[in-house]
């Protein structure tokens, strides 16, 4: 199995900004869709955050407003998540998984992932 590790997360203050990377073991084909999610502390969810597909087309949840930018590499070996605007409420453990599906599947169902990574930390301050 491909494994991911994900870097960068760290503390900011409010107004900062973060850029979050995560790298594959091996290269995912452009059938996969690739995302950010993230845990919330004392929420058990992961609630979908940005989301790739092989093409560059990216999907974002409503509560990101334009303040990031997920954009992966053409190897298909890197995903990253360029963070601005950060605001407390942004703070949590974010975790890079991959989809044998479409972003827009992959927004809605978090479960189709077949890869996770272990998260990085971000903890943004008032």
């Known amino acids: 199995q491909v494994e991911l590790g994900e870097s960068g997360g760290g503390s900011v203050q409010s107004g900062g900004s973060l850029r979050l990377s995560c790298a594959s073991g091996?290269?995912?084909?452009?059938?996969?869709?690739m995302g950010w999610f993230r845990q919330r502390p004392e929420k058990e969810e992961r609630e979908a955050v940005a989301l790739a597909d092989g093409d560059g087309t990216a999907v974002y949840a409503d509560f990101v407003q334009g303040r990031f930018t997920i954009f992966r590499d053409s190897a298909g070996n890197r995903l990253y998540l360029q963070m601005t605007s950060l605001k407390p409420e942004d703070s949590g453990t974010y975790f890079c998984?991959?989809?044998?599906?479409?972003?827009?599947?992959?927004?809605?169902?978090?479960?189709?992932?077949?890869?996770w990574g272990r998260g990085t930390r971000v903890t943004v301050s008032s």
């Open positions: 091996s290269p995912y084909p452009s059938t996969y869709s």
């Open positions: 998984a991959a989809a044998p599906v479409p972003s827009q599947m992959f927004l809605r169902f978090r479960q189709v992932a077949d890869t």
